[in-house]
């Protein structure tokens, strides 16, 4: 009686961690990895960072550079104000509170986007409902268009990146970015 043959088990590739899945990148581009040091500990670490929206329109030169810049200064204030509402535990908890007290830069940075949001007409206007959620957020323009739009209406696409362009100008002159113009 003839044995039965055992066939030879391929060990499966192990997946490189230190690269973006394939799941990842047919999901959107990514930058090269760029080599800094950690702030806090100084130890050299490579980021990559996903191509964004506002990155994209630079690169097919839909914005200027100000305007860009303009952007990611709020959307950095908007994450230092914690308004992007990712709830996180801290690490150290003082016996005795119960919540967490915002910090002096938590509180200058809310007063920032809170002066921002009034230079584009507050909250409720179309510029402020575009930088809260697709500059704050990051939220895909398209899905801000869909989902949220202007006062609750759906608004066509090629209309909403117009109205990203006019917030980051408007951004672009609060910050100092670009010279303000005088009316004739």
């Not at 150290?92 to 920032?112: C, F, H, V, Y």
């Not at 206007?125 to 697709?134: E, N, P």
């Not at 739009?149 to 006019?166: C, E, I």
Request: glycine share 10%.
């Amino acid at each position: 009686m003839a044995g039965k043959r055992m066939t030879k088990r391929v060990a499966k590739p192990r997946e490189d961690l230190s690269k973006p899945s394939q799941w990842r990148l047919q999901h959107g581009g990514f930058s090269e990895p760029m080599r800094e040091a950690d702030p806090e500990t100084g130890t050299p670490i490579a980021h990559r960072r996903a191509v964004d929206t506002l990155g994209l329109m630079l690169a097919n030169g839909t914005i200027t550079p100000p305007m860009h810049e303009a952007g990611e200064i709020f959307r950095g204030l908007f994450r230092r104000a914690a308004l992007d509402g990712m709830s996180h535990s801290p690490l150290i908890r003082m016996p005795g509170k119960t919540a967490d007290a915002l910090s002096e830069r938590n509180i200058e940075a809310r007063r920032r986007v809170a002066a921002a949001l009034d230079v584009l007409g507050g909250h409720d206007s179309a510029a402020g409902s575009c930088a809260w959620y697709v500059i704050g957020l990051e939220m895909s323009v398209r899905e801000w268009a869909m989902r949220e739009g202007w006062g609750g209406r759906p608004v066509p696409s090629p209309q909403a990146q117009g109205m990203l362009v006019a917030t980051l100008s408007v951004l672009a002159a609060h910050f100092r970015l670009t010279p303000r113009q005088r009316a004739a």
